[in-house]
């Protein structure tokens, strides 16, 4: 059985967007998993962090791998990258979060779905509402009009 999931992947440190265009490419080298959508290049101004711009898009996945084995991919992938954690919303090269994973709402000590605070970014709604309009909302993207965001 596959689930529809969807993930944000972002970077301001580097080349944020070859960093963002690989990991899109390594998402879908991952087992049991298939990128089924990926949408433009954002730019983006830092969300409750410092630092340069960020590169923004979002991935939908068809992928057999449960939530939390998903969770550990992507971490594994940031990791990969050079990801380090050194403060919360630390500037990054790059970062991997899960949205959504089919219609599983779970709340644990390392994974929210769906994600949290995915609702108060454009980062994340627009680039989703490009691939999965079904996903987002009208009110949904007013909430987030205020916040700076280009398409590349």
């Not at 298939?34 to 830092?46: D, G, I, N, Q």
């Amino acid at each position: 059985m596959t689930a529809r999931a969807y993930v944000a992947i972002g970077a301001n440190l580097g080349d944020a967007r070859e960093t963002v265009e690989r990991a899109m490419a390594e998402l879908a080298a991952l087992p049991e998993t298939r990128v089924t959508e990926r949408s433009s290049l954002y730019r983006t101004a830092p969300v409750d962090a410092t630092g340069p711009d960020f590169i923004n898009a979002v991935v939908a996945l068809e992928t057999a791998l449960d939530p939390h084995a998903l969770l550990a991919e992507l971490h594994r992938l940031e990791a990969v990258a050079g990801r380090q954690r050194p403060y919360r919303n630390a500037p990054r090269t790059l970062d991997l979060d899960l949205l959504r994973h089919g219609d599983v709402a779970m709340e644990t000590e390392t994974l929210t779905l769906p994600h949290p605070r995915m609702n108060e970014r454009a980062f994340v709604l627009l680039p989703l509402a490009e691939i999965a309009p079904d996903q987002v909302t009208s009110e949904q993207i007013a909430h987030v009009a205020d916040q700076r965001i280009e398409r590349l």
